[in-house]
């Protein structure tokens, strides 16, 4: 018996120093890893666009259209941004045709709106969404057939884009795109903090 366990460890202590396997592994040690998740791969898919740190832990990337998502990314940041300035301006100014139903906690301003206040606003803003999209809405085939940029809808009423070389738009998308993901990390923490503490943001 003793003898078998003798043996047996020094089969064990022998596979130490035998060649290691190459395959996966050695790939995954070899591949880019993430800047802004070092211990994960780099997600090669957002190699490219603008706004892009290798952040992608779940790998959606891998999963969904990615021109979808980074116009997913793009309009939440926008929407973020004017839902921030108004969660925050809600508090001060009122219109008149709203003045009795003024609310000082933002988070009661939907409630004290009503359901066909706000259904509007979700009418409004699918029906936009369906025409700036020519009825194609979902990640399927919103850029099937288009080589549109994702969140460019030539909306620029005030001309800040024109005469601007391509650095200097790049860099302007840059901005829009920290802004808004700031500004969901902010309207976040607001909502969270009139709902944890029951009280108006000022």
Sequence with gaps: MMKIATIAALIGSASAFAPAQTGKASTALNAE???SVPF???PSKTDGLIGSVGFDPINWSDNFDIKWLQESEIKHGRVAMLATAGFMAQQFVSF???ADIHVDDSNLAPAAVG???MMQIVFFAGAEEWRTNKGKITMADMFADSDRVPGD???DPMG????KSEAEINDMKLKEIKNGR???LAIGGMIHHNFIFGEALF
């Design 33 to 35: 890893m993430s800047k």
């Design 40 to 42: 994960l791969l780099n």
């Design 96 to 98: 008149p045709m709203f």
């Design 115 to 117: 359901i066909s206040g």
């Design 153 to 155: 809808f030539g909306f």
């Design 160 to 163: 800040k884009l024109k005469g």
């Design 182 to 184: 700031l500004a969901m």
